[in-house]
């Protein structure tokens, strides 16, 4: 009967081992990395400036006998500027067969808070990211709501790209520049698909001491460089953003610093809009954001 027994115990210990793989193999896992599910918003309180923007990863969740399901999971993210790093996150939820309109996108940032829509409309305040307990009273028919429940009804009816806090969508790159004139000293320098970059409300970026724009041209290699370029002529520094925009591209007005997002996919980076760049407008200081791995390194020197 001992004998016997100490037979077996081989056989038990390779059940077990086989137990541990098997249980190893069914973790879930990522499939595809981030990347932005919508585009940016201003997300600045407290002198500080941020952006926020929702990242979608896709993921694969295993079965038994080979069976499993793909599902996006869903998370809010707020960076600081002008360094990048993560204020607040926030996982807004994981998402399996997503209809549109229960996946969740932000409508609008007003008075410090961020609106976003999701089934419901949720409100988080920046920077912390504190669900505000107004946001669900808002839907009922209560006078003191009623401020609040306009200002979200106003963000809900309106398309996220339409005007997503001081960001701006540009189909074509030439919508987001002013023309140069012919007559200004600027016109000379022979800069190649150059203009005058706009800010949120479409006047030209203009800058202090001394007197200049942003100019954006395009590289040789058909990326994009921003200038800064005095009323003369002069060009103060220049900073290569290492980004095509193969059709358009957002911009987020944040103050000190101008960020740039791809309206489009690129064939030489797997998933679309995937890359931020900001720029600081007076010294022309930039970094990057890769959204898959979330790391941000300084991009060219100016």
């Known amino acids: 009967m001992c004998q016997s027994a100490t037979d077996w115990r081989p056989f038990v210990v390779l059940l077990a081992l086989a137990s541990v793989v098997a249980c190893a193999g069914s973790v879930d896992q990522q499939y595809e990395p981030p990347r932005l599910a919508e585009h940016m918003f201003d997300a600045s309180a407290d002198g500080t400036e941020a952006f926020a923007y929702i990242t979608r990863e896709d993921r694969f969740r295993p079965g038994p006998v080979r069976l499993g399901r793909r599902y996006d999971r869903y998370r809010?993210?707020?960076?600081?500027?002008?360094?990048?790093?993560?204020?607040?996150?926030?996982?807004?939820?994981?998402?399996?067969?997503?209809?549109?309109?229960?996946t969740p996108r932000i409508i609008g940032v007003s008075e410090r808070v961020l609106w976003v829509q999701q089934d419901s409309v949720l409100g988080f305040r920046v920077p912390s990211l504190e669900v505000v307990p107004l946001a669900a009273a808002a839907e009922n028919d209560d006078a003191r709501t009623a401020t609040l429940r306009d200002s979200i009804n106003r963000f809900a009816a309106l398309p996220f790209w339409?005007?997503?806090?001081?960001?701006?969508?540009?189909?074509?790159?030439?919508?987001?520049?002013?023309?140069?004139?012919?007559?200004?000293p600027i016109s000379s320098l022979s800069l190649a698909n150059a203009g005058v970059l706009r800010r949120e409300d479409r006047s030209a970026w203009a800058l202090d001491d001394p007197a200049s724009v942003l100019v954006m041209s395009a590289?040789?290699?058909?990326?994009?460089?921003?200038?800064?370029?005095?009323?003369?002529g002069n060009v103060l520094w220049t900073t290569p953003l290492g980004v095509r925009f193969s059709r358009g591209f957002v911009l987020l007005d944040a103050a000190t610093h101008v960020v740039f997002m791809d309206a489009e996919p690129h064939a030489d980076r797997a998933g679309a809009r995937d890359r931020v760049v900001w720029v600081n407008a007076m010294t022309g200081a930039a970094r990057v954001l890769e959204i898959a791995t979330g790391d941000v390194s300084a991009a060219a020197t100016p």
């Open 76 to 102: 809010l993210h707020v960076r600081r500027l002008p360094d990048g790093a993560i204020v607040n996150e926030l996982l807004l939820g994981d998402i399996m067969d997503a209809l549109k309109d229960s």
């Open 162 to 184: 339409q005007k997503p806090g001081q960001a701006r969508l540009f189909t074509s790159v030439k919508r987001g520049l002013q023309p140069l004139d012919r007559t200004s």
């Open 219 to 232: 590289d040789a290699d058909s990326t994009w460089s921003v200038s800064r370029v005095s009323v003369e």
